[in-house]
């Protein structure tokens, strides 16, 4: 059987999305047509029209979820968490072959930073890839054995804006406990309480936070520089995520910068999920024209990661740790200077 990681992605359309009117993304700019992405000999081109030529809005987004919930109810799912501050919607997807609660889940979602599109898109690349793919051997080993759930939009009132913060200027991905805070001081970001429902209720046994504005990959903890109980396993799938993307920094959080109250640390201090951090471009919204590129890369890594966690499960991984300290970063490990992520 191929590996996940072995798969080339196929799903990434060239038809330009729609955009609607109030409450459309838009692009950042005008662009000129997407690459094109050469098509994998394994695997059929996308089924689902969906495309990363253009930006996606919150009305496309919606559409796509549940479409491809009323086309495939044998393996995919829609629900909704909630509604943002304004009122909009946050809702997810579930794709597996198994009822979602009596499998393992895997958890990745994207917009805890509004302005951050690009990991808007690859999150929405994952999800068409799961269900294009559904009956490929190895996607469909992994959907035997895991429910994969898939929620774009943490911030979706930041994204509108098009801002970092969500409507009240506060940070979302400062909110969530850790060891150094409890949950009752904790949460006070209503679209951060939703997640928290969600990751309460289905105990990932891995997810990651998609994120943009650097190339790289994070793990626990931010808020300290001490090596996590799992920092083997942490590690090493980090390094192989990195490593699928042609990324060449990796390291734990706090040595990039230290932070507190982010999604990775509360998702493995509460339920040892093994989280990491996705920064999947080097501009948080790229231009329309290297949109497709982007959300290809940070599909290998996801798989990637998929492969490695699957492999831990089956005692069958090494979780050697590797890492590489970049010449950007200063003899203890931490950048330089820093960056707001």
Not at 43 to 67: C, R, V
Request: aromatic share 10%.
């Amino acid at each position: 059987m191929k590996s996940l990681a072995a798969l080339v992605l196929v799903s990434v359309g060239l038809v330009a999305c729609t955009t609607d009117s109030a409450d459309s993304a838009g692009t950042p700019e005008t662009a000129a047509p997407a690459p094109v992405i050469e098509a994998s000999t394994d695997a059929a081109p996308s089924s689902t029209g969906l495309s990363f030529a253009q930006y996606h809005s919150q009305a496309d987004i919606h559409a796509y979820l549940t479409s491809m919930a009323t086309q495939h109810p044998d393996f995919v799912s829609f629900a909704t968490l909630g509604a943002s501050r304004q009122g909009r919607e946050i809702a997810y997807v579930v794709v597996s072959n198994k009822a979602p609660s009596t499998v393992p889940a895997l958890y990745f979602n994207g917009t805890h930073h509004g302005d951050e599109w690009s990991s808007t898109e690859s999150i929405l690349g994952l999800a068409d890839y799961f269900i294009v793919h559904h009956a490929d051997p190895a996607v469909s080993a992994i959907l035997n054995s895991y429910a994969v759930y898939l929620q774009p939009l943490v911030n979706p009132d930041g994204h509108l804006a098009r801002t970092r913060e969500d409507s009240t200027g506060t940070d979302p991905n400062r909110d969530y406990s850790y060891p150094g805070r409890t949950d009752a001081a904790s949460f006070k970001v209503p679209e951060i309480k939703l997640v928290k429902d969600l990751v309460d209720r289905i105990k990932p046994r891995a997810a990651a936070a998609y994120h943009s504005g650097i190339e790289e990959v994070l793990w626990s903890w931010c808020y300290t520089d001490a090596a996590s109980t799992d920092d083997a396993l942490l590690s090493s799938s980090g390094r192989i995520a990195a490593e699928a993307m042609g990324f060449d920094r990796y390291l734990q959080s706090y040595d990039d910068y230290a932070s507190t109250g982010e999604f990775i640390d509360y998702a493995y201090s509460k339920y040892g999920t093994v989280a990491l951090t996705f920064e999947v471009s080097t501009v948080k919204t790229p231009v329309a024209t290297q949109l497709a590129g982007i959300v290809q890369n940070s599909v290998k890594g996801a798989l990637a990661f998929v492969d490695a966690v699957v492999q831990a499960d089956s005692g069958t991984a090494s979780t050697t740790r590797t890492l590489k300290p970049r010449a950007s970063y200063g003899a203890a490990g931490r950048r330089t200077t820093p960056r707001l992520e």
